[in-house]
Nanobody, 122 residues
């Protein structure tokens, strides 16, 4: 299994920005497509953005269009989620997950980061 380590997150004021990182600790991400999910309290995982190994991007959540961006640095085996113009409705636990393709369903993923809390509040 791929070991994914997340960093970033925390508390930010509305309108602020955060960058989340998802790094492979013992291997490379070169051949994996990485999806960011978020989980609101009491809700299921929701796919947000996916980046393919070739750099192709799939946006699963219209609410983040124009505000969130996904990128990857394969030399560092890291995928980033840059979140701008955050609002309280973005508060959730964010997870990265790796697979051979971009999938909306979390059941398709075996390899997950540990999750990181993002709280948007004044």
């Amino acid at each position: 299994h791929l070991s994914l380590v997340q960093s970033g997150g925390g508390l930010v004021q509305p309108g602020g920005s955060l960058r989340l990182s998802c790094a492979a600790s013992k291997s490379t991400l070169d051949y994996y497509d990485i999806t960011w999910f978020r989980q609101f309290p009491g809700k299921e995982y929701e796919a947000v953005l996916c980046i393919e190994s070739n750099g192709g991007i799939t946006n699963y959540d219209e609410s983040v269009k124009g505000r969130f961006a996904i990128s990857r640095d394969d030399a560092r085996s890291t995928v980033f989620l840059l979140m701008n113009s955050l609002n309280p409705e973005d508060s959730a636990v964010y997870y990265c997950a790796a697979a051979s393709a971009c999938w909306r369903s979390p059941s398709r993923f075996d390899d997950w980061g540990q999750g990181t809390q993002v709280t948007v509040s004044s």
